[in-house]
């Protein structure tokens, strides 16, 4: 089973960026479609952005414009976040997607991003 590693999160101020990265084990992600998710304290976990193998991207409403989903290499995927608000306070998952109204059920354990003062 494929077994989902995610890194790079931390503690940001108001508007700091931070880039996170994932990698999976038995995967290679340029021939598969990936997605990132995120799940705030008290809420329902949500989808924020794929990526397909040719690099099309789609990004959530909620950080179109600030998030923007990569691929540095065929095993690696990224997450650059820039202008980050309190509300984008979350763990951060990335998985295969399953379309919209429906998540995975495997996941990896996250990274945690907390914005604040």
């Known amino acids: 089973q494929v077994q989902f590693v995610e890194s790079g999160g931390g503690l940001v101020q108001p508007g700091g960026s931070l880039r996170l990265s994932c990698t999976a084990s038995g995967s290679i992600f340029s021939l598969s479609t990936m997605a990132w998710y995120r799940q705030a304290l008290g809420k329902q976990r949500e989808w924020i952005a794929t990526i397909t193998p040719g690099d099309t991207t789609n990004i959530a409403d909620s950080v179109k414009g600030r998030f923007t989903i990569s691929r540095d290499n065929a095993k690696k995927l990224s997450l650059q976040m820039n202008s980050l608000k309190p509300e984008d306070t979350a763990v951060y998952y990335c998985?295969?997607?399953?379309?919209?109204?429906?998540?995975?059920?495997?996941w990896g354990q996250g990274t945690q991003v907390t914005v604040s003062s």
């Open positions: 998985n295969f997607p399953t379309g919209r109204g429906s998540l995975p059920i495997n």
